[in-house]
């Protein structure tokens, strides 16, 4: 079990860390202020379904098979590059103007942002390496089983991912309301969106581990 000290310096770190600029908190606020709140709201959640994998990975010891394998980082990493790639072309070509989607279209839309965080986190390979250095910092094995401790670290830190992501959202949702009103912002904004898009994509494809 893990000490409440422990828990909560490892929520703090956490906090801080999110809130820190990065490729999936750039991420948020982009599709936040292209998509919406709403939209950021479910891209945040795809992104922590994400986290949960990895932690189950490092808690089942497959992650740390998978950091050995050279193949299986440039895979992904090549994957996740050509994900971010696609997502630039898709917003790039975006009509802008006022939203006009039903209610059962705006569902499977809301689907697709939990599916495009998802795969954001899944096929970041750095995500994987980061956890191994950094969950394994707060275990004390003589405080009960390591698997144990692994899962409520990363389930402390997807809550801290939901706070400062959903921070992000919030405020970038905010102005995509104020730039609604003008077609070319929005224009604009969605020309940014994919320029960041394709610089996240170049960041990863050129990752090394």
């Not at 569902?107 to 998802?118: T, Y």
């Not at 899944?122 to 275990?139: D, G």
Request: glycine share 10%; charged share 10%.
């Amino acid at each position: 079990m893990l000490p409440l000290d422990t828990a909560l310096s490892f929520f703090g770190l956490a906090l801080l860390l999110g809130f820190t600029p990065g490729p999936d908190n750039l991420f948020v606020l982009m599709q936040s202020a292209t998509q919406g709140r709403r939209a950021g709201f479910y891209v945040v959640l795809g992104l922590c379904a994400g986290l949960v994998v990895h932690t189950a990975a490092i808690a089942l010891g497959l992650a740390a098979m998978f950091a050995a394998s050279a193949w299986a980082f440039t895979a992904l990493k090549f994957a996740g590059a050509a994900y971010l790639v696609y997502l630039a072309w898709q917003v790039l070509r975006e009509p802008v103007g006022p939203l006009s989607l039903n209610p059962s279209g705006e569902v499977q839309s809301m689907k697709g942002m939990v599916r495009r965080g998802m795969v954001m986190n899944l096929t970041n390979p750095k995500v994987v390496f980061f956890f191994l250095a950094l969950l394994p910092q707060f275990v004390d094995a003589q405080r009960g089983p390591v698997a144990g401790q692994i899962v409520l670290l990363g389930l402390i830190f997807v809550l801290s991912t939901l706070i400062s992501f959903g921070a992000i959202t919030y405020f970038a949702g905010a102005v995509r309301k104020l730039l609604q009103r003008s077609t070319r912002a929005q224009r604009l904004l969605n020309q940014t969106a994919g320029m960041v898009f394709l610089g996240l994509a170049l960041k990863l494809a050129l990752a090394e581990r």
